[in-house]
């Protein structure tokens, strides 16, 4: 119980926080003279995308604690990681972060669930964001896809942060285990549920001279367990 409350927290804040924001977003746009209607509408629309998204995840997350039946679809990771990228635009801005992307142009589709998938990238992501914003010096995040050995494909997230804790490359994914101050210590351990759940595998390795990659692997058109 403590451990799927903890996940839920974890992964609704943003959605949450991005309906704050636009909310806020919106009243100014209402208070102006004249008011400008169409950004104010466009906020609100942004509010319902995110408290959709809200609502997602916090279905998907205890479908995935409890074990249910997932929700499956053929998927191009391509086009969840472009979605992420956009989505945490802002974030990467604010922390002068540059981005660069790799993606292989011929991967083949996954069978997978695709709000789930969207909480890895993003907490992959959002960890790389958290490993460099305080940092002095080159603040890069690249992530590349390609295929693997026996039809599965890989994406790697990459950052110049402030890479692992000695020798805790896989601890970092227990559940509850954290080596931020104000983190929760579960957003690694749902992705590695998540990808594993899809048949997958997810680790870490340090970069050299600093910063930390995370890979994981997907097999190609996995058929949803029974």
């Known amino acids: 119980m403590a451990e799927l409350t903890a996940s839920l927290a974890h992964e609704v804040n943003q959605p949450i926080a991005a309906v704050v924001a636009n909310a806020d977003a919106c009243m100014r746009w209402l208070a102006r003279d004249p008011p400008n209607l169409a950004e104010a509408r466009a906020a609100a629309m942004e509010i319902v995308k995110d408290g959709t998204r809200a609502a997602e995840i916090i ?5 995935l604690f409890k074990k249910g ?4 679809e053929l998927l191009d990771v391509n086009e969840v990681i472009r979605e992420m990228i956009v989505l945490l635009h802002r974030e ?6 540059s981005v660069r992307t790799e993606l292989s142009a011929d991967l083949p589709e996954v069978m997978g669930d695709r709000v789930q998938l969207q909480q890895v990238m993003m907490n992959l992501i959002g960890n790389s964001i958290d490993a460099m914003k ?3 010096g080159t603040r890069e995040l690249a992530i590349k896809s390609q295929r693997a050995e026996n039809g599965h494909l890989m ?3 990459s950052d110049t942060g402030v890479g692992l804790p000695p020798r805790q490359a896989d601890q970092i994914f227990n559940a509850f285990f954290t080596t931020k ?3 929760t210590g579960m957003g690694l351990s749902i992705s590695r549920s998540i990808v594993e759940s ?3 595998r997810l ?3 340090g970069n050299d001279p600093c910063g930390t990659s995370f890979h994981l692997i997907l097999p190609a058109k996995v058929a949803a367990p029974r």
Not at 59 to 63: A, F, M
């Open 203 to 205: 680790w870490a390795t």
């Open 59 to 63: 279905g998907r997350t205890r479908r």
């Open 155 to 157: 994406v790697s997230v």
């Open 181 to 183: 101050l104000h983190g």
């Open 92 to 97: 990467v801005a604010r922390c002068s972060i």
């Open 69 to 72: 039946t997932p929700q499956r």
């Open 134 to 136: 305080d940092i002095d």
């Open 198 to 200: 899809h048949s997958g």
